[in-house]
Nanobody
């Protein structure tokens, strides 16, 4: 069982930046693909970004492309989400998730494809 923990959320003004971190407890996830999802008020959980186990391949939702960057440091067993130029509509609880198996690139975008989830970290962007 892999337990994930997110950190780095908080309150920031529009145009500001935050960096979220995701690390597992108890086990490594260097061999697992990882995704970031978010759930805003009154909204369904949505895909934000994903990264392959090697870190070579990344995926982004169109709404964050060019502003957010996902990366990983397998030596530190940590995945990051650098969020720049934040907007009020980015306000949400952000979750990281890991999967044992990636069937295709489309798998990254689907919450149902992930096996392990963190508890989430709140990001609030004020206007």
């Amino acid at each position: 069982q892999v337990q994930l923990a997110e950190s780095g959320g908080g309150l920031v003004q529009a145009g500001g930046s935050l960096r979220l971190s995701c690390a597992p407890s108890g086990r490594t996830f260097s061999s697992r693909a990882v995704g970031w999802f978010r759930q805003g008020p009154g909204r369904e959980r949505e895909f934000v970004a994903g990264i392959s186990w090697s870190g070579v391949t990344t995926y982004y939702d169109e709404s964050v492309k060019g502003r957010f960057t996902i990366s990983r440091d397998n030596a530190k067993n940590t995945v990051y989400l650098q969020m720049n130029s934040l907007k009020p509509e980015d306000t949400a609880v952000y979750y990281c998730a890991a999967t044992n198996t990636v069937y295709s690139s489309s798998s990254y975008y689907l919450a149902s494809r992930y096996d392990y989830w963190g508890q989430g970290t709140q990001v609030t962007v004020s206007s």
